[in-house]
């Protein structure tokens, strides 16, 4: 399975940074091998965020799989990054819960 | 002179009314916070603001929505005959849609901000070169996200950023009570300076809209809630009425009141521009007097208009035809208009904006309005004050001759809200009184005032006869008619003052006694 991740930042913010840090890891510990990521600055080009709709920045967007997921936040709570992504099973958000 | 440069300007809104009540329009480049209760007409009074600013002074806008989406939004704003997509495709709005995707799930995983928000918004406002900013309505964007202090943080920063830009921006918000906090989330504690609140309230059964500018930092405003309506020629039209100025003009200019015996009674007819009140029980005559009002408009050539709302137009047609004049033929002739209409049709509002429009239309010299107390019993008191004084000055305004008449609930004597609410306002005054005398029913004219000029203080007896109002003497002996008790004494001459000498001597003894105590 290929997951295909879109994330929005806003220039050099101190959440863009941490977003892109935390994702990075996660894509190296979790994805590897088996993702591809994208980096958007709205900032440079508002118009892609009008066409997503994007509203809160951090945003991270899963396209695919379907169907598709919105992270919005720098990523920094890991378990609900992973939960959002469908990345751990449903049984195991019972536990964190 | 810095003090000059900083004063807040202000930005003519074109919503009908509020740039008066708001001495001038909405705080320029400022963010003006607009709440009100469910249904209460934010959505379409943000948004007359964004199509009046492109209509009526090239202003340009943008309309940010957190609620409904944009497709959603410009269906139900069609009725008011406002095309948006005509305004998008023309380069003269443009929509920044923020409202939830429906079915997607948001998952929160830490700290965000509102930059992608605000840097669309900028996006639009340069793509336009907009000058005006709706955001309706940030209580949805509460909804979407976990964190309500940081929601505030931000919409604070997209303020501030509006601020920059230059804008004059609206911005909607939700509140529970009518008369309780501004609104949901306590947003105006730190988004806006300025505060307008939009009400629907339930009064007596009936729904009652209005407006108040809470408050507008550093600059000024009428105070108080004043009533608008929402409609689809309009829109949002407010209702300035206790604002109202007396700067009408006067004229020595007399005409006549259609019948030559009363003309006599107001000495030489009614003033070109005042408004007289016809008051009268059931059957007295006051629509023949309006009739006649108008016949003599009609024998001039000039221009007249009846609001009935009490008969239909066949009814009055057939009536003053049986006194001799023709409505039919006058309407055709485009010089009379007679508008009919149920007073349960519309709340008062309504009613005004109406009649305003159609005073707009048919420009007449004479306006006769039959009869004011219907409307009376579609409204609660207050606003049915508010209604008479906005009909009355709006005719003044126009400086045309205006009757209006006025049932009085008591077949004898009597006095009606209409009478005590508009009597200060109306020039003249006419009573029409039933009388009973010895068995029979006889009725009674009088003038009660008459601004500007003398009038014939007696009270006189009239008959109805297919020619019209035909009035005779003055009642003699008689006292108490228009208190409904009228009494009768046969006395002479010789016995009353007879009667008067006693009284006063019996006066004298009683003074005398109280004077020795």
Redesign the interface.
Known sequence: MMYRLRL?I?GQ?A?SS??IK?LESLCANELRGIYKLEVVD??EN??L??DE????????VRLLPP???????????KT??L??LDLVPYKREKNEE | MSSERKAVQKLVSGIPGFDFISEGGLPRSRTTLLTGSAGSGKTVFALQFLVAGIRQYRQHGVLVTFEEEPAELIANVASLGWDLEEMISANALAI????P?PG??????????????L??I???VRQVSAQRVILDSIGA?FA??HSPHAVRR?LQRIAVGLRQMGVTTLLTAERTDEYGAVSRFGVEEFIADNVVILRNQLEHEKRRRTVEILKYRGTTHQKGEYPFTIDSADGVTIVPLSAINLTQKSSEMRISSGNEQVDEMCSNGIFRDSIILVSGATGTGKTLMVTEFIKAAIADGKRALLFAFEESREQLHRNALSWGIDFADAEERGILKVVCCYPESMSLEDHLIHMKRYIAQHDPQRIAVDSLSALERVSSTRSFREFVLGVTSHIKAKETAGMFTNTTPALMGGESITETHISTITDSIILLRYVELQGEMRRGIAVLKMRGSCHDKDIREYVITSNGMEIKEKFHGINGILAGTPVFSLASERQQLDSMFKYDTRRQDRTRATDTP
Do not use: M, W
Request: no cysteine; aromatic share 6%.
């Open positions: 929005y806003t913010s959440y941490t977003a935390n709205i900032l508002p118009q965020a009008e709709k994007i509203v809160a920045t951090p945003t991270l169907p598709i997921r919105r992270l919005v936040g720098d990523l920094s709570d609900g990054v939960l959002g | 920044v849609d923020a409202s995707v997607e799930v948001v998952v929160e995983t830490g700290n965000f901000d509102l930059v992608a928000l840097a669309r900028e996006h639009a964007i979407q996200f931000e």
